[in-house]
């Protein structure tokens, strides 16, 4: 695909098409992010010449356009572009500077001609209409009404419709669907309105560069296909008209894939901090009137942490044994996951980088422990009272030992969990081959969690036995933490043993209990014989 050249400054742009990867990825917890920028309007800063960069990997499971034969790249095609507005200028820059000739219709073209480049025609609405074939329809659905004076100049014209609503299913139809109501006689494609005018303006560098496109005619699909691809961007097919309320839906959606581990991690925050506010605060004012509160913000807080990213850790990979205990039940690999299995496997990233996020916290307010004021009054009246009892050593070589190994063992966890962080990223995960991601996700995520275990044990020691760390009959937060890790590391232990590990080898590779084909040797008279000697597959 070459650089189109339009106008007094021409515009380069570079495309990457990066490899795919369709090899499944089972008890993962880090993938590709999916990013989708969905603001129409932005503060615009419009460059002399467009930015280069790659194209992001496509990642939605709908059918992409981009290896289509049928598709093939537009000549100097003349486009049309209805609206003045931030994304129309955007749009205007992105098709001129990939080798399109520009048709911006205005309803005041003498005042809005000096917002668009040069190489782009700025007329009446009515002129922009009868000179191009292709039309971006960049206003606001409540100013659909306004275009109905050119319904005659419309006919068998393709609308492109790239608009948004306020809020999710805001109408009873789509904007696309209103558009095509009003207007009949033309054909209308869904298409853009995932991309930002500030994408649109940059170029291929920043953000997701797929554009997903609907529409009841398949030919109209087919040449915005074409255009958006000559532009830098990945057509992907979302079906009939039908799909255009789906498609709106999209920008308007906050982290649909993070709400339900924020949620999780939240109550998860909520319920040790209780825990650990009884145990740390109440107890000591409850039974020797010692007033404790300073200790929340600062000591309670870094408690509660790693308890949630330690859980959290666990969560990623208990739905993998879950999964693998249900193959192993029902000994096949094609049976359905329960529905609650299956959002659980699909939420293990976002879990993942929660725990990560949760455990770097932790490191932060452990390093601040020492700065706080209560912890030097506490020095000090310390020393004191050494001082009173005469005591001249005090080193105790057990906790000596317990906390090197303590503070050791965290790092080394708290490395391998930025390791997998850093994996997430889409630039890193696409230079890497299946094993290689494979190996740092699975293998070294499951080493993390083993490690984070002897964190917590070594943290603990021996305190676990002795009565006074149970407040109020309470035992102390690390116990309870143990429980979901330890179950996850028993279970990966016996899906290691060669007779279980074998069986779940077998499923995943296709095979099936209690469904075979059955070979019947010939006999030594050349005749069949009924079944004395098969051969199952």
Known sequence: ??????GPKPCALLFKWPKRHFSPRPLMWFGSLRELHNELAFPLVFPARMSRGDMAKPLLGHRSMEGDPSITPAASRSIGVLGSGDFARSLAIRLVCSGFKVVVGSRNPKRKAGLFPSAAEVTFQAEAVKKTDVIFVAVF????STLCDLADVLVGKILVDVSNNTEINHHKESNAEYLASLFPACTVVKGFNVVSAWTLQSGARDGNKQVLICSNNQEAKRTVAEIAQVMGFTPVDMGCMSSAREIENIPLRLLPAWKIPIFLALG???????????????HPYIREQKNKLYKIPIEVVNTTLPCVAYVMLSLVYLPGVLAACSQLYYGTKYRRFPDWLDQWLQHRKQIGLLSFFCAALHAVYSLCLPMRRSHRYQLI?????QAVEKKMNIWVEEEVWRMEIYISVGIIALGLLSLLAITSLPS???????REFSFIQSTLGFIALVISTLHTLTYGWSRAFDENQYKFYLPPTYTLTLLVPCT????????SLPCIQQRLLRIRRGWEKGRYVKFVLPSATGEYSSGETSSNV
């Open 1 to 6: 695909m070459g650089p189109g050249l339009l």
């Open 141 to 144: 659905r409540e100013h659909y």
């Open 268 to 282: 998860l925050f909520l319920c040790f901090f209780t825990y650990n506010l009884i145990r740390q605060v109440i």
């Open 381 to 385: 009246e310390t020393a004191v009272k």
């Open 428 to 434: 890193i995960a696409n230079s890497l081959n299946w």
């Open 488 to 495: 996850v590391i028993l279970a990966k232990v016996i899906f």
